[in-house]
């Protein structure tokens, strides 16, 4: 079993949790605040170059569910529960924000939380979860 990576970044107020593994590459942290997210520099994650309410509007913006955050000192609390939200994204994955349980072809349950990214173009090596292949294959919604 793949070891679970999280890095952490904080600031006094708030720490984001930065999952690598989740992460399908989509740069919404990147289009929405270039001055934090930073991948070409260490640490990438540059927290002091926004506000805490900023940083918590962009993490719950994520697709993948790659970035979390808790405040500082409420590490064991979860995120505020968010309503089960379904959002298409254009030529890109299926997002699911909220708890959810999963069960895969072999009856194996997982629950997820936040934000869940599921494939649409059929490409993912980590079905049903996107993993980011739909830019590989240049994956375009029928519609268009």
Same mark, same amino acid.
């Given at each position: 079993?793949?070891?679970?990576?999280?890095?952490?970044?904080?600031?006094?107020?708030?720490?984001?949790?930065?999952?690598?593994?989740?992460c399908?590459?989509?740069?919404?942290?990147?289009k929405?605040?270039p001055?934090?997210?930073?991948?070409?520099?260490?640490?990438w994650?540059?927290?002091?170059?926004? @506000?805490?309410?900023?940083?918590?509007?962009?993490?719950?913006? +994520?697709?993948?569910?790659?970035?979390?955050?808790?405040?500082n000192?409420?590490?064991?609390?979860?995120?505020?529960?968010?309503?089960?939200?379904?959002?298409?994204?254009?030529?890109g994955?299926?997002?699911?924000?909220?708890?959810?349980?999963?069960?895969d072809?072999?009856?194996?349950?997982?629950?997820?939380?936040? @934000? @869940?990214?599921? +494939?649409? +173009?059929?490409?993912?090596?980590?079905?049903?979860? +996107?993993?980011?292949?739909?830019?590989?294959?240049?994956?375009?919604?029928?519609?268009?």
């Open positions: 079993m793949d070891k679970i990576i999280k890095k952490k970044y904080s600031n006094n107020e708030i720490t984001i949790v930065w999952q690598p593994q989740k399908i590459h989509a740069a919404e942290c990147v929405a605040l001055q934090v997210y930073k991948p070409n520099e260490k640490p994650i540059q927290l002091e170059q926004a @506000t805490t309410e900023e940083l918590k509007n962009q993490v719950r913006k +994520c697709p993948s569910g790659a970035l979390s955050y808790y405040m000192g409420e590490e064991d609390q979860e995120e505020e529960s968010l309503e089960t939200k379904v959002e298409v994204l254009p030529n994955p299926l997002l699911v924000y909220g708890t959810l349980k999963v069960t072809q072999n009856g194996n349950t997982t629950t997820k939380n936040k @934000t @869940t990214a599921f +494939c649409r +173009c059929g490409s993912s090596a980590n079905k049903p979860y +996107c993993d980011g292949s739909h830019v590989k294959v240049d994956f375009r919604d029928s519609l268009e």
